[in-house]
T-cell receptor
Framework: DAGVIQSPRHEVTEMGQEVTLRCKPISGHNSLFWYRQTMMRGLELLIYFNNNVPIDDSGMPEDRFSAKMPNASFSTLKIQPSEPRDSAVYFC????????????FGPGTRLLVL | DAKTTQPPSMDCAEGRAANLPCNHSTISGNEYVYWYRQIHSQGPQYIIHGLKNNETNEMASLIITEDRKSSTLILPHATLRDTAVYYCIVTETSGSRLTFGEGTQLTVNP
């Protein structure tokens, strides 16, 4: 298996622009997680889906952030409009069944908002 | 989820065992201990987890004290590629939420 796939791996954009991050979970996994990592806040959970349904989005910072999972093999995290403070590494992870805490992480997308 | 306390950094000689401690004195009966690591510029990697019994897999061993208030992750023969930040996480399996703390920066020296 190729593992969790994220694209793009690097993104540089200007403040105010829309940014879309993409994730393909491991085939057969039924839970998908989006995390953000910064030096100041460490690694924090933004949202997670189970069977394509958002279960907990309490970590989503504000309305500028939205996440979708239209099917079991694809998810997006969108930031609109982007701000410099959104600069971070965004990780996607997936898991199967229980325990859901055994999560497999992708390589991350490094986002820089100028 | 219970809070964990880990030393900020540790050093280990290549080929020797690395013993990474974690305190979780407020752990409850239905909470598991999970260990993940993050090698520089990569996504976190699952290592091992346990409830109350000691566990071993191809990567490491997990020793949990009888009162469950602390645990130790053991890498039996550390290599340079084991240099990473190691996270100890305590969580209920029903919650699905992993809360990553500061972790321990393990540096394996040649």
């Amino acid at each position: 298996d190729a593992g969790v796939i994220q694209s793009p791996r690097h993104e540089v954009t200007e403040m105010g622009q829309e940014v879309t991050l993409r994730c393909k979970p491991i085939s057969g996994h039924n839970s998908l997680f989006w995390y953000r990592q910064t030096m100041m806040r460490g690694l924090e959970l933004l949202i997670y889906f189970n069977n394509n349904v958002p279960i907990d989005d309490s970590g989503m910072p504000e309305d500028r952030f939205s996440a979708k999972m239209p099917n079991a093999s694809f998810s997006t995290l969108k930031i609109q409009p982007s701000e410099p403070r959104d600069s971070a590494v965004y990780f996607c992870a997936s898991s199967f069944g229980h325990p859901q805490e055994t999560q497999y992480f992708g390589p991350g997308t490094r986002l820089l908002v100028l | 989820d219970a809070k964990t306390t880990q030393p900020p950094s540790m050093d280990c000689a290549e080929g020797r065992a690395a013993n990474l401690p974690c305190n979780h004195s407020t752990i409850s009966g239905n909470e598991y201990v999970y260990w993940y690591r993050q090698i520089h510029s990569q996504g976190p990697q699952y290592i091992i987890h346990g409830l109350k019994n000691n566990e071993t897999n191809e990567m490491a061993s997990l020793i949990i004290t009888e009162d469950r208030k602390s645990s130790t992750l053991i890498l039996p023969h550390a290599t340079l590629r084991d240099t990473a930040v190691y996270y100890c996480i305590v969580t209920e399996t029903s919650g699905s939420r992993l809360t990553f703390g500061e972790g321990t920066q393990l540096t394996v020296n040649p």
